[in-house]
């Protein structure tokens, strides 16, 4: 997988940073997840296909999390885009933005398909045969979801020295890589074990902001390889955290240990913070392995 | 008067330029014409304060005249701004921000001071003591205005060696600057002609974009010393701008000799043309004082 980290800061464009944006590339797929103000020039700026997003999720309706949907929308159109796009975001979503097009007289040609979310248990929202995304029910000042990408098992890898020792047919491979068992004409049989390999663990991305300290949802995201919580403020500012509902980075700490991930990013800073090392210093002690999030960032996994 | 470009790109956001913005400032006043997605970066890039904004002005509501506007308003929420802020544009704007508001749950503290607009007729929409604003209907493909704002007549200039001259009391000053002759104790009369200068010449600004050529308008914006004019396309594309409801440095220019306005700014380029000399070149032989807008660029007048 690779997280193309378009936008990393809280409440508003800045000269400093971007509101929330990402793009995850995973099997064949770029998820864009969040759209704040600003996110078609992220996107060209990193030379991201726009045609290669077919599907965009939206954890919640705050501004720097969805302001910049209509103007990717509108792009699209006038790229000349005939794919569907698929919206998943908050009850409401579909009729803030059709109204948009309405005032101006800018309907897409290309189908619009929302998928509006206003459950508060985790539910499978995309399915396909090499990725399922579900989400992460979050606690913040509106419904917020965060969402939780997994690639399904890949096929078992064949053991190309093995088969060629066996003399297996070509015909079997598609069977083998399955998991199955070979029945030879003189009545053998190979035992699936020694014909393949395990295929590389499938990988996992959990995308949790905004949120309060929420321990409930480590439950729902345990194992997986990384994690992004957001971390819109230090300690020192608990009491902000609390009061706007945002989790401090302490707190993203200690989710990323109790869900033990195997990388935490820290993001969605405030502006407030001009320089970010007490961030990692603060996290550290309850989760080692951390990084912070930026504006442009590549993370590979 | 001085107006800042912020952003004088057509139709999407790029790494080349910005959608529409201008401020005009005039007489203590900020003015925000038209908020293209990014405007409030522009803002701050070249440090226009952002509380000083009273009044927005929204031409039309294609995105990239006014997507930027929903982020610009909950940025003033989050400076705490106390003042009413007034947004003038056509109907419809009030229910599409409303819901933007709504759906975040993010109520401005600060009151919202809708006009909108639906007449087809030039008609007042601010004054003061110091500045009038009117309305350009214009022809586009969806219900549009340019703006019209016009310093009034200031008072006239005291002349400072007369007043000493004729040993005029203090207490005569204020009626002699609003053109009021002095009747002196003794019964003679001083005409005001021989106190006072003729006071600066009142400025003026018109703002039409985006509008198909449309020579009607020359009649309401007759010798204004600035006038910014879209010229979306060159003439080799006429038959773009006819189909878009667009105009052409030609027809810009010619709608600037008609008007008999001392300087012609060109600016909403297709993002198509790399390099703007083309533009000079198609408007001079119709109209020469022309200039091309650019992203950051200041002119004062």
């Given at each position: 997988m690779k997280l193309h980290i378009l936008g990393c800061y809280a409440a508003t464009p800045s000269l400093m940073g971007n509101p929330t944006a990402q793009v995850l590339e995973i099997r064949d797929h770029l998820f864009l997840i969040d759209c704040g103000e600003g996110t078609q020039v992220q996107l060209r700026k990193h030379r991201?296909?726009?045609?290669?997003?077919?599907h965009i999720f939206i954890s919640h309706l705050h501004g720097d999390h969805f302001f910049g949907l209509p103007g990717l929308v509108s792009t699209f159109q006038l790229l000349g885009r005939e794919k569907e796009l698929h919206i998943y975001g908050p009850l409401g979503i579909k009729e803030v933005l059709l109204m948009l097009l309405k005032v101006g007289n800018s309907w897409t040609s290309f189908r619009l398909v929302f998928h509006e979310l206003e459950g508060k248990d985790p539910i499978e929202i995309f399915k396909d045969n090499k990725v399922i995304v579900s989400t992460i029910p979050l606690s913040h000042r509106i419904y917020t979801n965060g969402f939780l990408f997994r690639e399904k098992p890949r096929e078992r890898t064949l053991n190309i020295e093995a088969v060629a020792q066996y003399k297996?047919?070509?015909?079997?491979f598609k069977n083998i890589k399955k998991g199955k068992d070979v029945l030879l004409d003189n009545g053998e049989t190979i035992s699936n074990a020694l014909l393949t390999l395990d295929p590389p663990k499938p990988k996992s991305y959990a995308y949790c902001s905004?949120?309060?300290?929420?321990?409930?949802i480590s439950e729902w995201i345990k194992?997986?390889?990384?994690l992004y919580h957001e971390?819109?403020?230090?300690g020192t500012e608990a009491h902000l955290a609390a009061k706007t509902k945002h989790s401090t980075a302490e707190e993203a700490a200690k989710i990323a240990k109790a869900a033990d991930v195997t990388l935490l990013i820290l993001g969605?800073?405030?502006?407030?913070?001009?320089?970010?090392e007490a961030f990692i210093r603060e996290a550290v002690p309850y989760f080692p392995n951390v990084q912070l999030a930026e504006d442009g960032k590549l993370v590979i996994f």
């Open positions: 991201i296909k726009f045609s290669r997003i077919n297996i047919d070509k015909a079997y905004d949120t309060a300290y929420s321990p409930g194992g997986v390889d990384v971390a819109t403020f230090l969605h800073f405030s502006i407030r913070y001009k320089k970010k």
